[in-house]
C-alpha cells in the first residue's frame, strides 16, 4: 500500500503586470450589489466594478451591472462613485 505524500515543493512564478494606473486608492474593497430580481446581495471587490467602468468608457448614466447568479436578473451597486466621480446609489433604480 503506498501512501501519497504531497511533499513535493511547487514553486509559483507569479507574472505580474504592473500598470502606472493603481496610485489611486479605492476607499472601499468591495462594493455591495443587490439584483433587482430577487434582492440577493454580492460584494464584488472594487477593482472588478471599477475595470468595468473603465471597459465601459465611464457611462454616466449607468453604472457597471453584474448579473445575479441566481436568478439571471440585473444587479445594481448599492453604492457606488464611478470613475469620473458619478454617483450611483440603490435607491435610484428602486
Ligand atoms: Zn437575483
Redesign the pocket.
Known amino acids: 500500500m503506498t501512501i501519497s505524500q504531497g511533499t513535493s515543493k511547487k514553486r509559483k512564478k507569479g507574472k505580474k503586470k504592473k500598470r502606472g494606473i493603481e496610485h489611486i486608492r479605492p476607499k472601499k474593497p468591495f462594493v455591495n450589489y443587490h439584483?433587482?430580481?430577487?434582492?440577493?446581495e454580492e460584494k464584488i471587490p472594487y477593482e472588478v466594478v471599477r475595470e468595468m467602468d473603465l471597459m465601459d468608457g465611464g457611462d454616466p448614466i449607468t453604472p457597471p451591472r453584474f448579473q445575479?447568479?441566481?436568478?439571471?436578473?440585473?444587479?445594481v451597486p448599492e453604492y457606488y462613485k464611478g470613475i469620473y466621480g458619478t454617483e450611483y446609489k440603490l435607491t435610484d433604480y428602486l
Open positions: 439584483c433587482l430580481m430577487c434582492h440577493e445575479c447568479e441566481k436568478c439571471n436578473g440585473e444587479m
